[in-house]
T-cell receptor, first 113, second 115 residues
Framework: NAGVTQTPKFRILKIGQSMTLQCTQD?????MYWYRQDPGMGLKLIYY???????DKGEVPNGYNVSRSTTEDFPLRLELAAPSQTSVYFC????????????FGQGTRLTVV | GESVGLHLPTLSVQEGDNSIINCAYS??????FIWYKQESGKGPQFIID?????DKRQGQRVTVLLNKTVKHLSLQIAATQPGDSAVYFC??????????????FGRGTSLIVHP
């Protein structure tokens, strides 16, 4: 199994541009999460989903949008990119919310200039 | 607000020594804790977990201790190896207002193992 796959690995955006960070998992997990990690910091939750068609805001949702049309895919959309969105973004999934182990993708390093 | 935090941002040890990484939590309702390891350029990887009804749990070369009285969690790594160099996060499974449980991370501790 590939696990959680994120694309792209790196991206440089200009202020005001938009992009979609892709995340797909092949483990048939219902629960998926998007986090951002700023340098020297922990992970902050942006959005999460408990199943196809259901999404909800996390701690830092402003400037982002998500969708969950299928169990496998959970894309993160940035509209009007700002320098404050420069970060490393991680997608994660787990089978149930009680399942202890969350599986993470390799991350997308985004720079907004 | 309630949060998960780590005492030491950086820990340097010699190869072969035992390492202890500490974590303080303030959410007394937390019933589940997880330790993750994040190597440079990679996503966090699950190491070990412990439920609040346990004091200790052992894995391969790792032991997690939970002291609910002082809300303290620690990760012990035996015979630390250079491959253990990474950032270690403790995380709580926090229940949000909507009823969902979310892995919520502290800042992390960077473990540096010197040969």
């Amino acid at each position: 199994n590939a696990g959680v796959t994120q694309t792209p690995k790196f991206r440089i955006l200009k202020i005001g541009q938009s992009m979609t960070l892709q995340c797909t998992q092949d483990m048939n997990h219902n629960y998926m999460y998007w986090y951002r990690q700023d340098p020297g910091m922990g992970l902050k939750l942006i959005y999460y989903s408990v199943g196809a068609g259901i999404t909800d805001k996390g701690e830092v949702p402003n400037g982002y949008n998500v969708s969950r049309s299928t169990t496998e895919d959970f894309p993160l959309r940035l509209e009007l990119a700002a320098p404050s969105q420069t970060s490393v973004y991680f997608c994660a999934s787990r089978r149930t919310q009680g399942a202890l182990e969350a599986f993470f993708g390799q991350g997308t390093r985004l720079t907004v200039v | 607000g309630e949060s998960v935090g780590l005492h030491l941002p950086t820990l340097s040890v010699q190869e072969g020594d035992n390492s202890i990484i500490n974590c303080a939590y303030s959410n007394s309702a937390s019933d589940y804790f997880i330790w993750y390891k994040q190597e440079s350029g990679k996503g966090p990887q699950f190491i070990i977990d412990i439920r609040s009804n346990m004091d200790k749990r052992q894995g391969q070369r790792v032991t997690v201790l939970l002291n609910k009285t002082v809300k303290h969690l620690s990760l012990q790594i035996a015979a630390t190896q250079p491959g253990d160099s990474a950032v270690y996060f403790c995380a709580e499974n926090i229940r949000l207002s909507g009823g969902s449980y979310i892995p919520t991370f502290g800042r992390g501790t960077s473990l540096i193992v010197h040969p």
